[in-house]
């Protein structure tokens, strides 16, 4: 007993000095600084997400503690969620109405979300704290900008310049205002103050080079882009800029010259490797932009971003072994990393494991929830399963955390296209018009939306300001064609599709168009002489083979067309065109089990497509295999449940076999509102009435199919069974002998002879 006193004595002790030595972390005021500080140590190092976590647990010790709040904020715009940032800052400044620091930041977001009223309140707060305040006028300034009080503005703006002589971003407000009021001079005279200022300022070169591109004066451009570069050799934005122009200007090997000087002054800079990168990535040169980020690892062998934007180029120019290979190396490396674990969920996507990806990006998406990334690509995981209301509220989302996002508004523009919504999809091409005027594909896009919305003459607009800014693009010029040959300008559409072949010698997909509208004018002959030529110069393309087949399988040749066919998917076993001519050849030559393998081989390549689906349950329903038939039927419907045919297909053979007719019954009556005026289908729901003994309604039905298409032996036989049923034993008895005297199945024709013989 004494033995276990003691012990518990020294245990009492032992914790009383713990106590003791770990005092200051009982003290809540010594606690929450200490978060605060490890929050703004993250944030020197960038880890802005760890430097989050250490603000809230300040705020979790002092709810009240507007400092962390303040900070907070600043963490959470470096991540981009601007609305938690403004929540942030609303809550600082409920606590502290008067620290002008939060009051700027405020006002700031303010100004960003269009609130300028608010951010005007802000700024006169600070002011009437203190009226010497440069970012209280710089404040105000923006406010007043935004509200279109100009001359206010400007004021304001001159007040900052004021008393702040030596800061450039007080002239660049300056001269920025005054470019509103078109005064080019004074702009002019303070974007030249503002770089005078600073003549190492990157923001001050670029801004004066920016303002006499504006202009169209080149020569200026070029001289303060150089003078930026002697100025501050390191700063490789002015770099990249020049490389821009040059190359905006067609100068492809002076801008790779400017690029050259780059590398060679910072050799060693994974920084500067990873800009030029990026600058290849947007002009589209994977190769060279891949080489550039390969040459910052050399320099940076852990460098994370630059092992991003390289998984990044796998997953776009779809090398998946290569993304599979990084994406295994840096799931270990940085396993929390939001664009890791979003590129994860992209190469699923690719890999076509749909249900994988939509999980991993959902989950990203739950847990970084201000990631624009993580829910843009969830949008395009639902699109690929078919879900496309998710998809349309994950790009919606997308542009919620990040406004005006290219890529979102290109996939929500094509998106509503996909459903037929041209006038939505017609609001997201004209922002990407606006906000990137000089972007041709913006332009395209634009077009294509309303030539789909049968505004040619818009689209005509669009595509002329194309060529303008890029006449040598053969997109542009075949979609300009596409445009004057729906506006029946034969001479002009020949022109630019006959341009965009020239300009794209080796493109199959502007041959296809040409060869269409060859073949629309009927001029048949021209367009195989094209396509033969095309198929001489370009022996291993298989999508010339598939178009000089097609053409002559119009043209009655099959030998010639088959053999093409054949080539096709020699050169490319995974052309779903090709397979889907080659079944037709067989199915018109009543091979229905080699046309089945052939169609069996698309639909293994494109499962998601519908009518094929059903078109291959309708060949097994001809060859009486029934099972079979039901199953591809059910692949169809999996895929759309509203595609009518299939819907009708499986009620047919429901109807047949005279089973589930409720079933049958609401899927044949689905058919019809969705195909009214198809008289197969039409015939089909009569048939299910007929089956459950409805003649009355079947029989009008089947007289709209019999005066739609009179020729039908089935139509016939179908109306004729239906009025004997219904009584009418001699209208009935001339339909079915119309129907023997007309195509019939074998059976159809037995149980004609044998209605036919139990009539008096």
């Known amino acids: 007993m004494r033995a276990g006193r003691k012990q518990g004595a020294a245990v009492i002790l032992l914790l009383a000095a713990a106590l003791l030595v770990g005092g200051c972390a009982l003290d809540p005021q010594k606690a929450k600084a200490r978060y605060l500080a490890r929050g703004q140590n993250y944030m020197k ?66 100004v960003a979300a269009g609130k300028y009223e608010q951010a005007e309140d802000d700024a006169n707060l600070i002011l009437e ?216 969920g992209r190469l699923l996507l690719a890999q076509g494991k749909l249900l994988d990806a939509v999980m991993q990006l959902q989950k990203v998406a739950k847990e970084s929830a201000d990631s624009p990334q993580a829910h843009y690509y969830l949008a395009l995981a639902y699109w690929r399963n078919g879900n496309l209301g998710e998809a349309g509220n994950e790009l919606q989302q997308t542009l919620r955390l990040s406004p005006g996002w290219p890529s979102a508004l290109v996939s929500l523009a094509q998106l509503d296209l996909a459903q037929g919504d041209t006038s939505a999809a017609q609001i997201y091409g004209q922002q990407l018009v606006e906000k990137f005027p000089v972007e041709v594909n913006y332009r395209r896009l634009l077009a294509a939306i309303y030539l789909r919305g049968g505004q040619p003459a818009l689209a005509e607009q669009q595509l002329l300001v194309a060529r303008q800014l890029a006449p040598d693009h053969p997109g542009v010029r075949a979609d300009l064609g596409q445009v004057y040959a729906r506006e029946k300008k034969g001479a002009e559409a020949g022109k630019e599709l006959e341009a965009a072949l020239q300009l794209d010698p080796s493109n199959a997909g502007v041959l296809g168009q040409y060869t269409d509208f060859l073949i629309a004018r009927q001029q048949g002959p021209q367009a195989t002489a094209r396509v033969e030529q095309f198929v001489d110069a370009h022996p291993d393309n298989a999508q010339g083979h598939v178009i000089l087949g097609t053409l002559q399988y119009q043209a009655k040749n099959l030998s010639a067309a088959q053999a093409n066919f054949v080539r096709a998917l020699e050169l490319d076993p995974a052309n779903v065109q090709a397979y889907l001519q080659m079944g037709q050849i067989y199915q018109q030559e009543n091979q229905t089990d080699k046309a089945l393998e052939q169609f069996q081989k698309a639909f293994e390549l494109q499962p998601k497509f519908a009518p094929l689906g059903t078109m291959i349950g309708n060949l097994y329903v001809q060859r009486g295999d029934a099972p079979a038939a039901r199953q591809y039927y059910q692949k169809a419907l999996e895929v759309d449940p509203n595609f009518a045919i299939a819907n009708a297909g499986m009620a047919w053979l429901d109807a047949r076999e005279g089973k589930n007719l409720d079933v049958a019954l609401a899927r044949a009556q689905k058919a019809k509102s969705l195909m009214p005026d198809s008289p197969k289908i039409t015939d089909t729901l009569a048939w299910v009435m007929y089956k459950r003994g409805n003649y009355a309604g079947a029989l009008p039905l089947l007289q709209e199919c019999v005066g739609k298409a009179p020729e039908s032996g089935e139509f016939r036989y179908h109306l004729g069974m239906t009025l004997v049923a219904a009584g009418q034993q001699g209208k009935g008895k001339e339909e079915l002998e119309e129907a023997l005297r007309r195509k019939l199945e074998t059976n159809e024709a037995s149980e004609a002879r044998q209605t036919l013989a139990s009539l008096p």
Not at 45 to 64: H, M, T, V
Not at 94 to 106: L, M, S
Not at 312 to 334: H, V
Request: proline share 4%; net charge negative; no cysteine.
């Open 129 to 344: 704290k203190d009226p010497a305040n440069a970012n209280g006028y710089r404040l105000l300034g923006a406010a007043l900008a935004g509200e279109k009080r100009s001359e206010k503005a400007l004021a304001a703006f001159a007040k900052v310049v004021e008393l702040q002589p030596q800061d450039p971003g007080a002239y660049t407000s300056l001269a920025t205002m005054e470019i509103s009021l078109s005064r080019w001079a004074e702009a002019e005279e303070h974007f030249k103050k503002a770089l005078a200022s600073d003549p190492k300022s990157i923001p001050a070169t670029l801004n004066l080079a920016n303002f006499y591109r504006l202009q169209s004066k080149d020569a200026e451009v070029e001289q303060v882009l150089r003078s930026g570069i002697a100025n501050n050799p390191e700063a490789f934005p002015i770099y990249l800029d020049w490389a821009n122009l040059l190359s905006s200007e067609g100068k492809v090997a002076d801008a790779n010259g400017v690029l050259d000087q780059l590398r060679t002054h910072m050799p060693q800079s994974a920084d500067a490797a990873l800009a030029i990168g990026d600058y290849y990535a947007q002009q589209h040169d994977s190769e060279r932009a891949l080489a550039e980020y390969r040459r910052g690892l050399s320099a940076s062998a852990n460098h994370l971003e630059i092992q991003k934007r390289i998984e990044d180029l796998y997953l776009s120019t779809e090398q998946k072994e290569a993304a599979e290979e990084l994406d295994r190396q840096l799931t270990k490396q940085a396993p929390q990393d939001v664009q890791v674990r979003v590129n994860h």
């Open 45 to 110: 190092q960038g880890q802005y997400a760890s430097a989050a976590i250490e603000f809230r647990n300040a705020l979790k010790i002092d709810p009240r503690f507007a400092d962390a709040y303040y900070q907070l904020a600043q963490a959470q715009v470096a991540q981009h969620d601007l609305a938690g940032a403004y929540s942030s800052l609303n809550k600082a400044v409920d606590v502290d109405p008067h620290r002008v620091e939060i009051r700027f930041a405020r006002g700031q977001l303010n």
